[in-house]
């Protein structure tokens, strides 16, 4: 009985959702919960969907001070839409160019916070060397303490961006210019 005890409080720790801590705090993205995925209206009849992962950088949240930064790595090569004649075609000069742009860049330094949670980022996305102001607002965000693992936490985030804007405008108005991103993190705090 005492085991089954034990087991049930261990594994409530491990999902309790803690509030953020008074001081600034630095995470290191976790690659297997860290990912980029996109949806893009096709032909007005479906969305074509992707995932880019996983997504290397940072993230240090003060939420007393109401600051955070946030620094993104986004390697393009790993785009993967389950169809690999698509991602070819994707891969292209005329859309994302990865060959010549084979990463892209999220940088934020302005955070809203409500409740000592950030619900909302704004920073600086960078795609085929152009960039443009980009929003990200929290669908979710939680921190957990894991036994003997540390504080762990992450967010699902989306946002939107208008293709055309970095140069691949190929295939306007059959294939949408407005891009859906949805952004799940999850970092472990630096010991």
Known sequence: MKAARRASLLALLATTTLPVSAAPEVFDLDPA??????????????????RIGPVRGEVEIDA???RGR?????????????????????????????????????????FRFEQGRPVALTGEFTLRGTSAPLTLRALRFACIEVPGAGTRCGGDFEGEVSRSHFGASFGVPLVADRVRLLVQVEGVRRR
């Open 33 to 50: 919960q860290t990912f980029v995925h996109f949806e893009v209206l096709h032909f007005g009849t479906s969305t074509l969907r992707g």
């Open 64 to 66: 007393a001070a109401g």
């Open 70 to 110: 946030v620094g993104l790595v986004i390697d393009m090569r790993t785009l993967d839409t389950g169809f690999k004649p698509l991602d070819a075609r994707l891969r292209q000069p005329d859309l994302l160019d990865i060959g010549a742009h084979p990463e892209a860049w999220f940088v934020a330094e302005r």
